[in-house]
C-alpha cells in the first residue's frame, strides 16, 4: 500500500513539472511587444554624430524613437515631417532620435545625405533594439516621456506636422 501512495506522489510530482516546464518553454518563446503604458527598454547606441545614446540620456525631455530603413517607402515619405516635427519642437525639450535597421551603411549614409534630417540619427544593423520593443515592420515610432514610459506608440507613417499629431504632443509637454 506504501509503494502505491509513493508511486502516486511521484507520477503527481513529474506531471506538476513537466506542466511547469512547458510553461516556462512556451513564456520564453513569446515576443516582447512594448505597448502604451510599459517601460521603454533600455539600449544604448552610438549615434552618427559620435554622442553614445541611451534611453537614460533623455531625462526631462520627451523622446521620439522612431525606427525605420531606407528601403522603406513608407519610412522615406516621413521623413520631411518628421525633420520639421524635430525643429518646431527642440526648443519644447523633445528629442527626435531616428533608428534605422539599414545593413547597408552606403545606402544609410547615401539617404543622410540625400535627405540631412534635422534629427538625431544612428544606425542598428543587428535590429537589436527595435527587436526590444517587438518591431519588425517599419517605420514605428514610440513617444517615450520624461519617466521612461511609453505614451504614445506610432505604427507606420505618419504626417508628423498634422494638427491633431501636434495637438497630442503639445499635451504631452
Not at 527642440?90 to 527626435?96: I, L, N, P, T
Not at 517599419?138 to 507606420?156: A, D, H, L
Request: proline share 5%; net charge neutral; hydrophobic share 40%.
Amino acid at each position: 500500500m506504501n509503494s502505491n501512495r509513493l508511486d502516486s506522489a511521484l507520477k503527481a510530482l513529474i506531471g506538476v513539472l513537466v506542466v511547469a516546464f512547458a510553461w516556462v518553454v512556451v513564456d520564453t518563446m513569446r515576443e516582447t511587444v512594448i505597448t502604451v503604458g510599459d517601460s521603454a527598454p533600455s539600449f544604448t547606441i552610438t549615434s552618427d554624430t559620435g554622442k553614445t545614446i541611451s534611453v537614460k540620456d533623455f531625462g526631462g525631455k520627451l523622446l521620439v524613437l522612431n525606427f525605420w530603413a531606407t528601403w522603406c517607402p513608407p519610412c522615406v515619405e516621413e521623413t520631411p515631417s518628421l525633420s520639421e516635427f524635430a525643429k518646431t519642437f527642440r526648443k519644447d525639450g523633445v528629442v527626435v532620435l531616428a533608428v534605422s535597421v539599414d545593413h547597408s551603411e552606403k545606402a544609410y549614409k547615401d539617404f543622410l545625405s540625400r535627405f540631412k534630417p534635422a534629427f538625431e540619427t544612428a544606425r542598428d544593423a543587428s535590429s537589436d533594439i527595435p527587436a526590444s520593443y517587438g518591431t519588425f515592420k517599419y517605420p514605428e515610432t514610440y513617444v517615450i516621456n520624461r519617466e521612461g514610459k511609453v505614451v504614445q506608440k506610432v505604427i507606420s507613417n505618419r504626417d508628423w506636422m498634422d494638427p491633431d499629431m501636434v495637438a497630442s504632443i503639445r499635451r504631452l509637454l
